[in-house]
């Protein structure tokens, strides 16, 4: 079956595979495989580059502001479990040093730099998690076999002062590219290492540029034989002769006759070392998947292609990171038979804007019934008021079957009648009357 079942990640020294005179596996181990440049590339080299620093520091610390809460499924949808004992845990402190923010960025800086993050679940005598402490994944040794039936997986954390073994169900084991063997994981520093040696080697070379006052590497040609003391009295001469043009500012310098001071290599201009930087920010950006306007690049931005770059930030960079990491704390804290809890970053503090666009948006959610006042001014930290937990709609709103209807019409009102006259008459004026009448006849 491929070996599927007896794969092992090996990430110990004393692995009797490897031989302790193979200089190639020692350098494989540390990170040290030979570049392009003849460096090797080590993690703390990286984030030398200032665009993997950035890189990793917007991305870890993104995720790390972000409240991390434990709910639970009823059967109105879901709410916030804070009488769960998993929610300090998970929401404030997930160890004795550590606050959940600070677990998180280091969780997902181990993701980013090392492509695999691990932690230690600790229990109670009846299997309750107390804590989660992180494991240096260089010092894990992950080894997966059959046992029965089934395949189990074991990590073994060696250390100076000794060694222990955990079942796969205590350790969180978060792998960001895996191998075919679904055990190792790429590293992404070790797997793109050349670019990141071309980074480090334009960066050197900019500095012992400007270092040397921004006179490239000279050759001094004689029309006589010089001798090797010479020529190293000519050479430090040179140099001291350069120092000295750079303290008193001064561009001359005085060759002796006959001989000639030429550059040697290519000019920085003509050798595009600015393009050339340009262009290692956008290595670093694919490398990472952090669109450009992240790493403060803003050589080829306007205020659309800025702004979809933000919001591509959260899609394509922060949502597979936080999706991988719920989903492993939601399988190894509350077991495979757990129907009603999990965990879940919240994203409102991330999609949050502007003053005038959070009102717009709390507006619109009102008055389309989705949210209540009281759930809006929950997200700009304000009391609830009385009579703000209804839902409410613009009356306007109707169903689109009835737009199509006619309007029913009014029905027509009769009428009205005129009063009768009650006023009381005077009887002489009615007998005068009834005289007039007999007269006229």
């Not at 960025?105 to 679940?121: H, P």
Request: charged letters at 20%.
């Amino acid at each position: 079956m491929f070996n599927l079942f007896a794969n092992k990640e090996a990430r110990s020294l004393e692995n009797p595979q490897v031989s302790f005179s193979s200089a190639s596996a020692w350098n494989e181990f540390f990170n040290l495989a030979p570049t392009v440049t003849g460096d090797s590339v080590t993690e703390e080299k990286a984030l030398g580059v200032t665009a993997i620093w950035q890189a990793v520091n917007a991305v870890a610390g993104t995720i790390a502001s972000l409240p991390l809460h434990v709910y639970k499924r009823t059967e109105d949808g879901a709410e916030k479990d804070t009488r769960n004992p998993l929610y300090y845990l998970i929401h404030d402190r997930p160890n004795d040093y550590q606050t959940s923010s600070a677990f998180n960025r280091w969780l997902v800086s181990r993701l980013m730099l090392q492509g695999r993050a691990t932690a230690l679940i600790s229990r109670d005598k009846v299997g309750r998690v107390t804590g989660l402490w992180p494991l240096d994944p260089n010092k894990l040794e992950i080894k997966q076999g059959l046992d029965g039936e089934s395949i189990k997986r074991t990590y073994t954390y060696k250390l100076d002062t000794g060694s222990a073994v955990y079942d796969s169900a205590n350790v969180i084991d978060v792998a960001l590219f895996p191998k075919s063997d679904a055990v190792g994981c790429y590293n992404p520093i070790h797997t793109n290492r050349d670019a990141i040696a071309l980074m480090i080697a334009a960066q050197e070379f900019a500095g012992k540029l400007f270092a040397s006052g921004g006179v490239p590497p000279l050759m001094l040609t004689s029309p006589v034989a010089i001798s090797p003391q010479g020529a190293a009295r000519a050479s430090n001469d040179i140099g001291e002769a350069v120092k000295a043009s750079q303290r008193t500012r001064s561009n001359v310098m005085v060759v002796p006759a006959g001989h000639d001071l030429k550059p040697v290599g290519l000019d920085p201009a003509k050798s595009q070392l600015i393009e050339l930087r340009q262009f290692l920010i956008s290595e670093a950006s694919r490398i990472f998947n952090v669109a450009p306007a992240v790493l403060h690049d803003l050589s080829n931005g306007t205020y659309s292609n800025v702004e979809q770059q933000m919001l591509s930030l959260g899609r394509q960079t922060l949502h597979p990171l936080i999706e991988a990491i719920e989903q492993e704390f939601n399988a190894k804290l509350f077991g495979a038979r757990n129907t009603k809890g999990y965990v879940e970053f919240s994203m409102d503090g991330l999609q949050r804007g502007d003053f005038v666009s959070r009102m717009d948006g709390y507006q619109k959610a009102i008055h389309a019934a989705i949210m209540t006042p009281n759930e809006a001014r929950a997200f700009e930290n304000l009391p609830p008021l009385e009579g703000g937990d209804r839902l409410y709609i613009q009356g306007a709103t109707v169903p689109l079957e009835n737009a199509a209807k006619p309007e029913p019409q009014p029905e027509p009102q009769p009428e009205p009648q005129p009063e009768p006259d009650t006023t009381p008459t005077d009887p002489a004026n009615e007998e005068g009357n009834d005289d007039t009448q007999e007269d006229a006849a």
